[in-house]
């Protein structure tokens, strides 16, 4: 057993195995690796307790020491903050808690000297309360054209006192919410698919339409490289708004062949349609990517050749650490997209869910959006950051463009032991404190292990807008770098592997052959092939042989002989071993 640090011909072979992509600069979002930045939570530049673009900016040596290819902002606009940004009050500025325009200027400009690319959020389901749009709204009669651009339905019952459908608010509790009307007395009622705050767009309506291509040519004339776009299938309501007694959390299916009527209506493609229309008028490749909760056969039906270029597989992020689900995903994603020509792309982590070094932790079904609080059962945090290390391993392996969320590069676990009077996420209150929410993953960074508020900025750590968990200073940047074994070091292996042997533009091969596989018959493992790099993933609770000559490239935990149980390696055999 060699390993490519410890033998020398396996480390030239790394050295010598090429450029970091053969891909053409126009289709980079085929193979990239894309970093989310929460930016209230990545770094504060100011010592106000919350993180901002300067922060961000200060920080970028970091994405560009990691090896990601772009960066994607989760929104930084106007917002009083009811939903963490995702209730934006004007598209085309820039929160003062964030910064200014020009900071934004700057850091793109610094990312780009990086060849980072920058993708911004897009929310385009709805707005903020506070937008001036929504506000007119609120100030007009019924039926007014202000109203127009929302949803705004008289009630039902005899005095309008029932919500137009039956329809439940993702966030909990009704989607409707009734006003008052100039004259005081209570009148129709507003549809909120989020938190009442959040008002839908009604994109039945062209002058929606209109004002958000002057939102995308704004940003692109700033020189964004995409849009990562919010509930993108949510844009666009079935006719009449019928009634859906149904749940629509998680991914979202048919029921006996019809979709939620609130969800992936047929009017949604001609919109994304119109949008590559309008990004292919750049110069570069600028790209949509699609926030979908959609099995992969529909979300393939948003990148198309002429609507956008890649959507979220949450399919994958939501499968859990067993081998014959992750096969069938991998297989299943994988035909869908390529039945349409496009990558398939690989997230285990965001803003939205539980961190996965943390949820990897349970055995069982695990509330992806609901949050852990100190008294609820906890994660086993050893066990769920080797199988975090193991999963991330095999991702990053696979043909396509692949998302990390922040923080994860570091194994940051879920913040399970927040007080509950800390927590922001508007689900927490519309629940009754029924779910936590998902504050747990938005906690600020650590960057260094000893300084206040472990580096985020210059607040304590009891100034920061979310507290950090005493322990998270172990998990720091600064700790970690330049030690070997560390998650850090292991996620820069991986990414530089990953580019060298141009797996994001290879094929996949599932290496199933009683000759070909080294355990035959062991249905708790993946063994794949992606050029001349294999991968082996043992799920299992034994180990696994790996072939005799294997030159180890990178795994998940320390191998000899074996793949020890919840790990990962990356290997090549023979002739295979020069990286061409």
């Known amino acids: 057993m060699t ?217 692109l004339d700033r020189d964004v490289d995409g849009f990562r776009v919010d509930v993108c299938d949510a844009l666009v309501k079935a006719p009449g708004l019928p009634d859906w007694p149904r749940p629509t959390h998680g991914v979202i299916e048919p029921v006996d062949g019809v979709m939620p009527p609130m969800w992936d209506q047929e009017g949604i493609h001609e919109i994304f349609r119109s949008w590559r229309r309008l990004l292919d008028t750049y110069d570069g490749r600028r790209i949509l990517c699609a926030e979908a909760w959609l099995p992969p056969e529909r979300a393939a039906r948003i990148i198309r050749a002429d609507e956008m270029h890649q959507a979220f597989n949450f399919r994958f992020l939501e499968t859990p650490w067993q081998a014959a689900p992750l096969r069938n995903v991998i297989a299943e994603s994988l035909a869908a997209n390529d039945g349409v020509g496009a990558p398939t792309t690989w997230v285990l982590s965001n803003h939205d869910v539980m961190r996965h070094a943390s949820r990897f932790g349970y055995d069982g079904h695990v509330e992806l959006e609901h949050g852990v609080g100190a008294d609820d059962p906890q994660p086993d945090r050893p066990l769920g950051l080797r199988r975090a290390r193991a999963a991330t391993a095999l991702m990053l392996a696979l043909p396509g463009s692949a998302y990390l969320y922040q923080g994860e590069e570091l194994g940051l676990p879920e913040a399970t032991a927040l007080p509950d009077a800390a927590r922001q996420d508007p689900v927490w209150e519309r629940s009754g404190h029924r779910i936590r929410g998902r504050d747990g993953c938005r906690v600020p960074l650590p960057w260094t292990e000893a300084d206040p508020a472990f580096g985020f900025g210059t607040a304590t750590e009891a100034d920061t807008w979310l507290p950090q968990p005493p322990d998270y200073g172990s998990y720091a940047v600064a700790a970690q770098r330049g030690r070997p074994g560390s998650t850090l070091e292991l996620y820069r292996t991986l990414l530089d592997l990953r580019r060298r042997y141009r797996l994001g533009e290879g094929t996949l091969k599932w290496v199933t052959s009683p000759d070909d596989i080294p355990h035959p018959g062991n249905d708790d493992v993946l063994h794949l092939a992606n050029g001349s790099v294999e991968v082996v993933a043992n799920l299992g609770t034994q180990p696994v042989p790996l072939p005799p000559g294997a030159h180890v490239l990178a795994a998940s935990e320390p191998v000899t002989t074996d793949v020890p149980p919840d790990a990962t390696v990356w290997f090549t055999t023979g002739e295979a071993n020069t990286g061409r």
């Open 3 to 219: 390993t490519a640090d410890s033998n020398p011909a396996a480390a030239a072979a790394v050295a010598q195995a090429g450029p970091p992509s053969g891909a053409a600069d126009d289709d980079w979002w085929r193979t990239a690796v894309i970093y989310q930045i929460y930016p209230r939570s990545f770094a504060d530049g100011d010592g106000d307790g919350t993180g901002d673009l300067p922060g961000i900016t200060g920080r970028l040596d970091h994405l560009a020491d990691l090896g990601v290819d772009a960066l994607w902002l989760s929104p930084f606009y106007p917002s009083p903050q009811r939903d963490g940004g995702y209730d934006v009050a004007d598209y085309r500025a820039v929160d003062p808690r964030y910064g200014t325009l020009a900071d934004f200027d700057e850091l793109l400009a610094r990312a780009h000297e990086l060849s980072i690319r920058v993708i911004v959020d897009l929310v385009p389901n709805h707005c903020s309360s506070e937008h001036v749009a929504f506000r007119a709204a609120l100030a007009a009669a019924p039926g007014s054209d202000e109203r127009a651009l929302f949803h705004f339905r008289d009630g039902r019952g005899p005095d309008g006192s029932l919500p137009p459908n039956d329809w439940t608010s993702m966030f909990e509790g009704p989607a409707w919410t009734r006003v008052t009307e100039a004259d005081g007395r209570p009148g129709q009622w507003y549809l909120h698919l989020f938190d009442a705050s959040q008002p839908d767009w009604n994109w039945d309506n062209p002058a929606v339409r209109e004002d958000f291509e002057r939102t995308l040519r704004f940003w």
